[in-house]
């Protein structure tokens, strides 16, 4: 029987990294094409994705599959490749060798690290054919001349940063926006760049769908249109 036991112990053991390989290779087909965690670092989306002044490190679940039918629609949050005229919102040590480096790869795939510094999270505020401006009289963004209705808005910039545009977003291209406009280094910031402060849809990862850390903020991400009005 003591044979019989260390000969399954044997097999166990034998078996586990077989496991553990499967599991990392359904973690990337997952994350490649279906979903994805991330970790937020920084407070340009405050509060839709903070939850208080000062505070960082919402987990959300990004999900791919809304996009592969359809484009990205004003009001959703997306995680998207920065364009390579962008800042980093967050800068990030480099890993120092390849073990902390697949580490932080790892960690990124289940969202407890910080993402890549070009990933970045906003809120779709026009689409290709679009024209964006700021301000109205009443200091509103408006969009092919109509004010947004914008409920998230959190610390707006003060009135006279506000001004920007009109900038007419091409095809296949989005103008974003944080909810935290006061701090948020989005389109607006980049108007001069070759692409007119824009993001190609073909750079978005995914839409941030389910805030999934911390359990006192679990719920699903406020997409709402700020073009439909109230």
């Not at 097999?11 to 990392?24: F, I």
């Not at 800068?91 to 060798?97: C, E, G, I, K, Q």
């Not at 910039?157 to 291209?173: E, I, K, M, S």
């Not at 989005?186 to 850390?213: M, P, Q």
Request: charged letters at 25%; proline letters at 9%; glycine letters at 10%.
């Amino acid at each position: 029987m003591t044979e019989e036991r260390t000969a399954r112990r044997r097999s166990r053991w034998r078996e586990l990294p077989v496991l553990l390989v499967l599991a990392l290779v359904l973690a990337l087909l997952a994350k490649t094409f279906l979903v994805q965690a991330f970790f937020i670092p920084s407070g340009s989306m405050e509060r839709t994705l903070h939850g208080c002044t000062g505070c960082t490190g919402d987990r959300v679940l990004v999900t791919k599959p809304p996009y592969w039918f359809g484009d990205p629609r004003p009001g959703d949050v997306v995680v998207f490749r920065a364009p390579d005229t962008w800042q980093p919102e967050v800068v990030a040590s480099p890993p120092s060798n390849w073990f902390t480096g697949a580490l932080l790869e790892a960690g990124r795939a289940v969202g407890i690290a910080p993402p890549a510094e070009d990933d970045l999270v906003k809120r779709v505020i026009a689409v290709g054919g679009q024209t964006v401006q700021c301000c109205d009289d009443q200091g509103r963004v408006t969009v092919d001349g109509e004010p947004l209705d914008e409920p998230y808005l959190y610390e707006n910039a003060p009135l006279d940063r506000r001004w920007f545009g009109p900038v007419t977003v091409p095809r296949g291209r989005l103008f974003v926006m944080g909810d935290h406009r006061s701090i948020s280094a989005d389109s607006t910031k980049h108007l001069t760049d070759r692409y007119g402060g824009t993001v190609a849809e073909s750079d978005v990862i995914g839409k941030a769908s389910l805030i999934v850390w911390p359990p006192s903020r679990f719920g699903s991400v406020d997409d709402t249109d700020p073009q439909e009005g109230p």
